[in-house]
């Protein structure tokens, strides 16, 4: 673990004892230790709000799955095409004998 968020959880762990020791009222106590857990969870959700890539190199890495994926689908598109010019081809010869 990281050594500011275990002294954080030090420090609330110190403090929650103390608010429910000092603070006779029970609900004031148990708000403020409620409080510390709420900060305590964003600090460690927070510990590694930098530590994302950039936008250009997940756009990069977007590019090269799309890369791959038209790359291993080229048989399929190649198929589809020749079946789309057999199709045309017939439309042709189907529109030309309708035109005699």
Known sequence: ???????AFAVWA????????AIPDVIVSLGMVIFGAVL???????????AHSSFEEREMLRARRRKARWER???????DRERWEAHQARRATRAADEQR
Do not use: E
């Not at 689908?73 to 198929?79: C, D, H, P, Y």
């Open 73 to 79: 689908t080229a048989g399929s598109r190649a198929r």
């Open 1 to 7: 673990m990281n050594t500011r968020l275990v002294l």
């Open 40 to 50: 305590l969870l964003v600090l460690v959700m927070a510990r590694d709000w930098d």
């Open 14 to 21: 110190a403090v929650s004892v103390v608010a429910f020791l």
